[in-house]
């Protein structure tokens, strides 16, 4: 379970990358911010692939299953017009399908992956570039840096605003 400390963290963190989004292929601030937090954040070890797209490794060295789950962390080309404090500072272009949302959960798992670690295989955390021209998934799967035939599963996931949230019962 994550602390509200980190709740907080992660929430900052959303917002951060909601006030500074990137067009695909040119998320370069975004690649930095995703490493400089994973480095003071997590045990992950980090590896820049796809030019602009981050692959956080999580390997309990015993022999096991790999397991990566995938979030996207482009934005596009629409100008904000939302008033929130934490809108848009990039001139047309905006966080308007949840990738900021998307690239915290992948930075949520990985503080929650270091506080309690795998037993056995690898977990990868994918933050993909580029999902929104349709580029970033051949360039993650054509980087040498990918690890290629190591991964067993591959998990993706949505966010919708729509959807009510579920409570537990």
Partial sequence: MLIDSEFSLLIETRKEIHRNPELSGKEKKTQQLILDFLVK??????IKLAKTGVLACFDSGNTGQTILIRGDIDALPIQEVNAFPHKSTTKKVS???????????LLGLAIMLTKKPIQKGKVFLLFQPAEEIGAGAKAVLNDPAFPEGEIDFVYAYIISPDLRRMKSS
């Fill in 41 to 46: 954040h997590s045990s992950a070890k980090c």
């Fill in 95 to 105: 966080h308007k399908c949840g990738h900021d949302g998307h690239t915290t959960i």
